[in-house]
């Protein structure tokens, strides 16, 4: 099972996760979301820790991948606490405003929210085997060259992977070009998909 964290303040997020949830589901992938609101949740109609749960799920009925929507509470209640998630997921927009350091970068985020590989804006400018970056600059990770909006609303965009030191379960260490149509006009949120997927080895179509 892997766990994916995922910042939920922006739209880009909506839209990274409908891209997800698309190809995860062509894909024949088992998919669970939730959207704790405490450091406990529900589980057999009993009250377990959410970390609990989620080692809970961790069997043969576990979903392929489980999305936890993080939210500014649950940043500020500390319900992630001593979770470690597979990755995590950061758009531009900050989930809380003391997130932001004086020089711009979300340092705190980092420490707050526990992941073996962080996918990140490239404006982030972090340059770590656990980041992954994404956006318009060819010195992202995964970067879009062009993208041209078509007639029925859909983007066509075509990506650039750089090689990485990071090699995950994925294909992140080979440069190379692909062209993907998302059915959306977002150019973040389809490299912040797109990112998400191969690092765990799940093609695109």
Not at 45 to 55: A, M
Not at 176 to 181: A, I, L
């Amino acid at each position: 099972m892997i766990t994916l964290a995922v910042n939920s303040c922006a739209e880009s997020s909506k839209k990274a996760l409908q891209l997800i949830y698309d190809q995860s589901m062509q894909k024949g992938l088992k998919l669970l979301h939730i959207k704790p609101q405490d450091t406990s949740v529900y589980f057999n109609n009993k009250r377990i820790p959410l970390r609990n749960y989620i080692n809970t799920l961790q069997d043969k009925e576990a979903p392929d991948l489980l999305v936890v929507e993080l939210t500014k509470e649950g940043i500020e209640k500390a319900i992630y606490e001593k979770i470690k998630f597979n990755v995590a997921l950061f758009f531009d927009k900050p989930l809380t405003k003391h997130i932001l350091s004086k020089n711009g970068i979300y340092t705190r985020l980092f420490k707050l929210i526990q992941a073996t590989y962080y996918i990140i804006p490239e404006t982030y400018h972090h340059k770590n085997q656990k980041y992954i970056t994404y956006g318009w600059s060819e010195a992202a990770n995964i970067s879009a060259s062009s993208a041209e909006l078509q007639v029925d609303g859909s983007l066509s965009l075509q990506c650039c992977v750089n090689p990485s030191e990071v090699i995950p379960e994925g294909t992140l260490d080979v440069l190379r070009e692909f062209t993907v149509e998302v059915p959306f006009n977002n150019v973040e949120a389809a490299l912040a998909g797109i990112a998400t997927m191969m690092i765990y080895g799940i093609e695109i179509n």
